[in-house]
């Protein structure tokens, strides 16, 4: 069984920089096209940044021009390097993988336990 594990977070103060990484027991980068959400306390998650299973990046606005997505060519693993980080960006991020869930992943659900980026001014 295949479960998403996230690494990365940390402080960082205003204009900083982090790189997240999303680790899978399977190449589901492959099969499945993935994102990065974030989720604010009392909010529901939201999307920051995806990449399609072929490779094509997308992006939230506010993370355009400063955020890069990529994955690894075997489909292993995810990251989202993180530059100029701004107070905002602070919550706790998701690694996931989008519908539909491979068979591989039933176990460990979709989503990872996430990985906690806090920005100080």
């Known amino acids: 069984q295949v479960r998403l594990v996230e690494s990365g977070g940390g402080d960082v103060p205003a204009g900083g920089s982090l790189r997240l990484s999303c680790v899978a027991g399977?190449?589901?980068?492959?099969?499945?096209?993935m994102g990065w959400y974030r989720q604010d306390p009392g909010k529901s998650r939201e999307l920051v940044a995806g990449i399609s299973k072929e490779g094509i990046p997308k992006y939230q606005d506010s993370a355009k021009g400063r955020f890069t997505i990529s994955k690894d060519s075997a489909g292993n693993a995810a990251y989202l390097q993180m530059d100029n980080l701004r107070l905002e960006d602070t919550g706790l991020y998701y690694c996931h993988i989008e519908p539909p869930l491979p068979k591989s992943m039933i176990l460990f659900g979709s989503w990872g336990q996430g990985t906690q980026v806090t920005v100080s001014s």
């Open positions: 399977g190449n589901v980068f492959s099969t499945n096209d």
